[in-house]
């Protein structure tokens, strides 16, 4: 009867192979160049591509999973493409005008193996920044600043996750 126990506690044990993990990081890449974004919104802010560039550069260094260097001697490229910007209203005052807008970016980028010449993978990242009109063309500045910096958030943890 023990043996009986014994011999079923172990096939239980054995097959409960799963695990959790979080940085699963692509075999051979150990580099990242990124890339300055292209803009095909036709949003107009010329500062857009390398602003969302230059955070994105940031966060990577910050976290130091991957070194950030130059495209010739990189083992991966971080490219994207900033697609749209789009703005709508969120809330609307007692007298019928806009008290808060929001301002979207969506971007498609893309993690290449330079090494083997293949996409490691291809995503669409989605966010947002709210701003008031009423305090000028600065908000709206600080608006897309906010969906830019929540952008280079979600690439960067796309980057050193597997999920």
């Keep these: 009867m023990k043996y009986c126990a014994f011999l079923a506690?172990?096939?239980a044990i054995s097959g409960c192979t799963y695990s959790f993990r979080g940085a699963s990081l692509p075999p051979g890449v150990h580099s990242v160049a990124v890339e300055v974004f292209d803009d095909k919104s036709g949003y107009g802010d010329p500062s857009l591509r390398t602003n969302l560039t230059n955070l994105l550069t940031q966060q990577l260094i910050?976290?130091?999973?991957?070194?950030?260097?130059s495209m010739s001697t990189a083992d991966a490229a971080?490219?994207?493409?900033?697609?749209?910007?789009?703005?709508?209203?969120?809330s609307i005052n007692g007298n019928e005008q806009v008290?808060?807008?929001?301002i979207t970016v969506n971007v498609t980028v893309r993690f290449e193996n330079?090494?083997?010449?293949?996409?490691?993978?291809t995503k669409q990242f989605s966010d947002w920044g709210e701003y008031n009109p009423s305090a000028g063309p600065s908000n709206r500045s600080q608006g897309l600043s906010s969906a830019e910096d929540k952008l280079?958030?979600?690439?960067?943890?796309?980057?050193?996750?597997?999920?």
């Design 9 to 11: 506690l172990l096939l």
């Design 62 to 69: 910050s976290d130091n999973t991957y070194q950030v260097t």
């Design 78 to 90: 971080i490219i994207g493409t900033i697609n749209s910007v789009t703005t709508q209203p969120v």
């Design 99 to 102: 008290g808060k807008w929001q």
């Design 114 to 121: 330079l090494k083997t010449q293949k996409d490691i993978w």
């Design 152 to 163: 280079s958030q979600d690439i960067l943890l796309a980057l050193v996750t597997n999920w």
